[in-house]
């Protein structure tokens, strides 16, 4: 194998394990104004504050919301948060009289997006204008991957992997038609040049004289196809693969968002799409450069 290759394999696959990583570490840790509480189901925001401690739900329950205050509270709201999109679930006007509010959210009327992991924002308004705010991760559980939802997971990531396979495959394909041009455009015979050739050494011979040596024009050396770029690593930019990784990623982020293993927040979500872009780059490339040196191994083993 190429120096070359396995440099730049190297180099792709160092990225992707440093985005992978990004991709799976949990969150900073959930910040509840001091002085304030809230809780879901009895469970304080302060243990569920990470996908890895998520508060387990199903997806028919209900789930117990209850927030505290320092001062007397006014208004109270709750609400989900998938990559980024926020909407509100449980709002309300408090009297200004109690220093907590409590409600109750079916998950199956606010759980949009089916099963998975889902981040809660809470905030009260107390009477003189100050806030207290609090999150924290719900993994509504279920059959996600067999809902709608999921099963598109399924289809992107699949479609994105067929699609990954076939650029592959014609990358294969596209660099045995150069190697058979390249020998077909060395086995072509150039008659008029040989022809031109001998009359040219026909005149020399007449005017050297006797005794002088010839002047035979030197044939060009026949040229082996080889793969273009010589040793160095050509980079194949495919908008079929580039777009077949995007999609892929897509899909398997829902897949596992669906799964509980994985919160899409919105850096996640872009990590994924650039690892996705970067397998659609790299893997046309290195099937190409790999099979260019296995071609080349053949033959200077013959």
Not at 116 to 124: D, H, P, S
């Amino acid at each position: 194998m190429k120096l070359g290759v396995v440099s730049s394999a190297t180099v792709i696959a160092v990225f992707v394990a440093v985005l992978c990583t990004a991709v799976f570490s949990s969150p900073a840790s959930a910040d509840v104004t001091p002085g304030c509480t809230a809780t879901l189901n009895g469970q304080s925001a302060n243990v569920i504050d990470t996908p890895g401690t998520a508060l387990d739900v199903d997806i028919d329950s209900d789930v117990a919301v209850v927030g505290t205050g320092p001062k007397p509270i006014v208004y109270h709201s709750a609400g989900l948060e998938f990559a980024a999109i926020k909407w509100t679930v449980t709002e309300g006007d408090d009297d200004g009289t109690d220093n907590s509010f409590s409600d109750t959210v079916a998950v199956s009327d606010y759980a949009a997006f089916s099963a998975g992991l889902y981040k809660v924002n809470a905030e009260i308004e107390m009477f003189d204008g100050t806030t207290c705010q609090a999150y924290a991760f719900v993994n509504v559980t279920g059959s996600g991957l067999f809902t709608a939802v999921g099963l598109t997971g399924i289809a992107l990531a699949a479609a994105g992997a067929a699609a990954l396979a076939y650029s592959a495959w014609q990358s294969q394909q596209q660099y045995q038609q150069y190697l058979a041009n390249q020998a077909a455009q060395n086995n072509t015979c150039s008659c008029p040049v040989l022809a031109v050739q001998a009359v040219l050494l026909t005149f020399a011979a007449m005017g050297t004289g006797a005794g002088a040596k010839p002047v035979v024009p030197s044939t060009p050396p026949s040229s082996a196809p080889s793969a273009p770029g010589g040793k160095k690593l050509r980079w194949r930019f495919s908008v079929l693969a580039m777009g077949a990784g995007v999609v892929g990623a897509l899909g398997g982020l829902v897949v596992m968002q669906q799964a509980g293993m994985v919160y899409p927040t919105l850096n996640v979500t872009i990590i994924s799409l650039v690892i996705g872009l970067l397998v659609g780059i790299g893997l046309p490339t290195l099937t190409r450069s790999l099979w260019g040196g296995r071609v080349k191994k053949e033959k200077s083993a013959k």
